[in-house]
T-cell receptor, first 119, second 113 residues
Framework: GAVVSQHPSWVICKSGTSVKIECRSL??????MFWYRQFPKQSLMLMAT?????????EQGVEKDKFLINHASLTLSTLTVTSAHPEDSSFYIC???????????????FGSGTQLSVL | GESVGLHLPTLSVQEGDNSIINCAYS??????FIWYKQESGKGPQFIID?????DKRQGQRVTVLLNKTVKHLSLQIAATQPGDSAVYFC????????????FGQGTRLTINP
C-alpha cells in the first residue's frame, strides 16, 4: 500500500515555542492531506483538510492561527503548532489520499503519528 | 487531555476464535465505509472498505458487513491472532462528494492466549 511518512514521531517542547510536523507521501502524489488530533483512548478528530496549492479548510473550533498548515507540494504537508501550551499536548496524525483515487474520494493512508508533549 | 469517564468499548477473545466488532452510524446518506486498525502509538492502518451498494466484502481473514436498514457496520476477524490486538475504528464518508472521513469511537480488541 501507499506509504505516508510523518516526522518527528515524538517531540517535547517548552511552553510558548512552535513545533513543526511534516507529512510526506513517499510513493504517490497527494492532492489532499488531512490532519487529525487524538487524545488518549479517544477517536481521531479531524482538524483540517489541506489541499495542495490552496488554503487549508479548518474544522469548527480549530484555530487556524494556532495550527498553521502548509501544503506546498503534492507530497508534503506541514502542521505548525504555534506558541504551544500544555493543553496542545496530543497525538497528531496526518493522512493522505492518492491523487489517482481522488475522483472516488476513497481510502486514506495514515502517517505513524507525532506525540507532542508541551512542558 | 483525556476525558474523565470516557472508555473505549472493549472486546476480549481467545486466540484462534473469531471476533466481531460492531459500529453504528447515523447518516443514512453515507456511501462509503472503512475499517482501520490502530496499534498503540501508531497511525491507523487500512483493513478493508465497502461501498454502500454492497452488503458484504471479504478480505484476508476479514469480512465487512453493511446493513443499511439499521445503519450498522461490522468487522469479522477469523482465527484471531495475538497481532490482531489493537483498537479498531470504523469511518464513514458522509456523502459521495465529501472529502473527509468521520471516525467512530473505536473498539479495543484484546486477544487472550
Amino acid at each position: 500500500g501507499a506509504v505516508v511518512s510523518q516526522h518527528p514521531s515524538w517531540v517535547i517542547c517548552k511552553s510558548g515555542t512552535s513545533v513543526k510536523i511534516e507529512c510526506r507521501s513517499l510513493d504517490f502524489q497527494a492532492t489532499t492531506m488531512f490532519w487529525y488530533r487524538q487524545f488518549p483512548k479517544q477517536s481521531l478528530m479531524l482538524m483540517a483538510t489541506s489541499n495542495e496549492g490552496s488554503k487549508a479548510t479548518y474544522e469548527q473550533g480549530v484555530e487556524k492561527d494556532k495550527f498553521l498548515i502548509n501544503h506546498a507540494s503534492l507530497t508534503l504537508s506541514t502542521l505548525t503548532v504555534t506558541s504551544a501550551h500544555p493543553e496542545d499536548s496530543s497525538f497528531y496524525i496526518c493522512s493522505a489520499r492518492d491523487r489517482r483515487t481522488y475522483a472516488t474520494n476513497e481510502k486514506l493512508f495514515f502517517g505513524s503519528g507525532t506525540q507532542l508533549s508541551v512542558l | 487531555g483525556e476525558s474523565v469517564g470516557l472508555h473505549l468499548p472493549t472486546l476480549s477473545v481467545q486466540e484462534g476464535d473469531n471476533s466481531i466488532i460492531n459500529c453504528a452510524y447515523s447518516n443514512s446518506a453515507s456511501d462509503y465505509f472503512i475499517w482501520y486498525k490502530q496499534e498503540s502509538g501508531k497511525g491507523p492502518q487500512f483493513i478493508i472498505d465497502i461501498r454502500s451498494n454492497m452488503d458484504k466484502r471479504q478480505g484476508q481473514r476479514v469480512t465487512v458487513l453493511l446493513n443499511k436498514t439499521v445503519k450498522h457496520l461490522s468487522l469479522q476477524i477469523a482465527a484471531t491472532q495475538p497481532g490482531d490486538s489493537a483498537v479498531y475504528f470504523c469511518a464513514e464518508r458522509l456523502n459521495k462528494g465529501a472529502q473527509k472521513l468521520v471516525f467512530g469511537q473505536g473498539t479495543r480488541l484484546t486477544i487472550n492466549p
